[in-house]
């Protein structure tokens, strides 16, 4: 089955700097499809980049960007630039192809509070 | 598009109570996912159908959770009895497959089972 780690339960930045949130997946599939989800506390799920795995090319979405290792199965999410209104969860997820062992299902990681200081 | 509705946003209920959660999907989608979201479990996908029929129910937790769509343009999900422990939010989201496209999340229903 498909499981997605994400190792930092909280993480904390500064207004302006840069933060990168870590995600790992595991999964025996070749083709499939990698998010980042944004949950501020108004619970409202927010798709914030998407990443397809047989692209090499790393996702971009203005101040976000993805690092995307398909062969060490890591999809982190780079935020350039934070602004207060960025703190919230964010949840890295995987879904594979209606042909693949998912059918569908978009598996999520237990999510990464981030904390943006003025 | 209004996006994905969901109603109520929040919904307070006595033990042994039945609830009713409902959902609109965004229309033209063909798929719709029923989530929960627990601090101990994190979101956890209970069902889903495509094209109005269930393709996956194994995470629909015990009988007493049943989910319906018996129209492309709305589902519920009931809980009865409802116990304490069924307290979370409850997420609908909808989607068109097999694109590469994430799933649109309504806003969600706040259970709370006192």
């Known amino acids: 089955a498909q499981t997605v780690t994400q190792s930092q339960p909280e993480m904390s930045v500064q207004e302006a700097e840069t933060v990168t949130l870590s995600c790992t997946y595991d999964?025996?599939?070749?083709?499939?499809?990698l998010f980042w989800y944004k949950q501020p506390p108004s619970r409202q799920m927010i798709l914030v980049i998407r990443?397809?795995?047989?692209?090499?090319q790393n996702a971009t979405e203005n101040r976000f960007s993805v690092n995307f290792q398909k062969a060490a199965k890591s999809f982190s999410l780079k935020i350039s630039d934070s602004q207060l209104g960025d703190a919230a969860m964010y949840f890295c997820?995987?879904?594979?192809?209606?042909?693949?062992?998912?059918?569908?299902?978009?598996?999520f990681g237990k999510g990464t509070k981030l904390s943006v200081k003025p | 598009d209004a996006g994905v509705i969901q109603s109520p946003r929040h919904e307070v209920t006595e033990m042994g109570q039945e609830v009713t959660l409902r959902c609109k999907p965004i229309?033209?989608?063909?798929?719709l996912f029923w989530y929960r979201q627990t601090m101990m479990r994190g979101l956890e996908l209970l069902i889903y159908?495509?094209?109005?029929?269930?393709?996956?129910d194994s995470g629909m937790p015990e009988d007493r959770f049943s989910a319906k769509m018996p129209n492309a343009s709305f589902s519920t999900l009931k809980i009865q009895p409802s116990e304490p422990r069924d307290s979370a939010v409850y997420f609908c989201?909808?989607?068109?497959?097999?694109?590469?496209?994430?799933?649109?999340f309504g806003s969600g229903t706040r259970l709370t089972v006192v």
């Open positions: 989201a909808s989607s068109l497959l097999p694109t590469g496209e994430g799933y649109t």
């Open positions: 999964t025996s599939e070749s083709d499939y499809y």
């Open positions: 990443q397809e795995a047989y692209k090499q």
């Open positions: 997820a995987y879904r594979g192809t209606l042909f693949g062992g998912s059918q569908g299902n978009l598996i």
């Open positions: 229309s033209g989608h063909d798929y």
């Open positions: 159908f495509n094209n109005n029929v269930p393709i996956d």
